[in-house]
């Protein structure tokens, strides 16, 4: 039997795996144990997947061509699950590289740090799409270090229902998943120069975190949406912060607690991304919850979304009634990232392009190349309507005007409040908007240098009053009352 050759290229390493008949590109990388971006889990539905490729493959398919840039299908840019090596075949997947870089203002090298055992600390933020994490000084709190990497589990669908499905329908395993992301968190670990035996605290989703333990999380994407645990303890050596519900995790948790060291007073903390967590501090009683956001805000599912990256649009402002993209490490723009794409909103609705119901007639163009499409305005729409929706629920009964909103995560970094504002993703009346950065990281890092930290997340995620807003009458209401402009 003659056998299909498909050579698959990561990081300037190749390997050639062979096939008896044709086969996806997606099931190539997975194969070949390279970790590759698949926001709808190879449903074939977002346009997420992209790599180049070359040789003996099916014809680009209308989705493939709606999704692509029509330049970048001559290039060879290929939807990974969309399309199948039919004879000999070559794939290129972006590489996945572990980045380490030492913290302003810090001298410690990495020998020294080696040497100290017992003085150094690490705190890992297992994300669904990044694992971030950061060597910390145990004597002054310090951040020394910081290393990234994506989540390898990436391969197996973009948030974490899609997961729980990959594992539901037998595509992958708990064991399999999990041995992923540990690897990472180790490679990270290692990337960070840690002592053998630093002491490890972890905070993420209450799926991920399930996962990184070998936790089945499966009953967490199913009615009535039971967590099997919710942690709160040491497993191995590694501090396994407390998650507050099912869909409110330590990260969220974490990040409460790191707003808690900023401010005495009240606040809402919105930590946005492809699901959306929020809560409310108010009087001493946190009311917290999560929306289904999609990936929009990622810049997945966005016709030239991508994520917040070399090449990005992150903001867009107005001069002399025409849009000026700011783009990421300057150069030209390849595409748009959730900060730019509420930008560009704004100022397409404040230019008239846009209307109040969110309708547009065509596309716009905001660089050569990149474009904001209807669909793009509608996916934002659904996005910051669910946010919107939520953030009111938890606010129920309590004041919001004046009360600041701290907004933690990388979207949330770059965002502007005045677009955050206009498009109507926060109330109007918020004092302020505050950037966090990474608010689960550094609340992980307070974890790990203090046992009273330790004892205050625990408290405030056991007491949290979480609501659960699947078939929430309520947050349907709210939801498609947000969705205007
Ligand atoms: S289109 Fe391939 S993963 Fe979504």
Known sequence: MEMINVTVETGGVRRTLSYPGRVSLADVLRDAGVPFCAPCGGAGVCGGCRVLASGMMTEPDSFEKRAICGADILRGVR?????????????????????????????????????????????????????????VDLLTGERVREAAAFNPQAPWGADVISRIGAISEGKTTVAELSRLVRGTADALTAALGAPDGAPRVIVGNTVMVSLFAGVDPTPI??????????????????????????????????????????????????????????????????????????????????????RAERGAIDSVRIESGRTVPHVIGGGEAKGICGSGLCDACACLLALGVIDKSG??????????????????????????????AAVDIVCRGAQTDGVPIYMSGAFGSSLSARSCARIGLIPGGAREVVPIGNGALRGAELMLVSDAAKEEELALASSAEYVELSGSAGFERLFLRSLDF
């Open 79 to 135: 939807l990974a699950c969309r399309a199948y090596a039919v004879g000999d075949a070559f794939v290129r997947a972006p590489e996945a590289p572990v980045t380490a870089a030492d913290a302003a203002g810090t001298a410690e090298t990495a020998k020294n740090v080696k040497k100290e055992r017992g003085r150094y600390g690490v705190a890992l933020d297992i994300g669904t799409t990044t694992v971030a994490s950061s060597l």
């Open 221 to 306: 994407g199913r009615a009535p949406f039971t967590p099997p645990e919710l942690f709160g303890k040491y497993i191995g050596g590694d501090f396994f912060p407390r998650c507050a519900g099912a869909y409110f995790g330590s990260d969220a948790a974490a990040a409460v607690l790191a707003v808690r060291e900023l401010t005495g007073g009240d606040f809402i903390l919105c930590d946005v991304g492809t699901n959306g967590e929020v809560a409310s501090y108010a009087g001493g009683r946190l009311c917290v919850t999560a929306a289904a956001a999609g990936p929009a805000f990622e810049g997945a599912g966005i016709c030239c979304g991508m």
């Open 359 to 388: 309708y547009m007639a065509e596309p716009y163009a905001l660089a050569d190349g990149v474009s904001l499409t209807p669909g793009d305005i509608r996916a934002l729409q659904l996005a910051k309507g669910a946010v919107r």
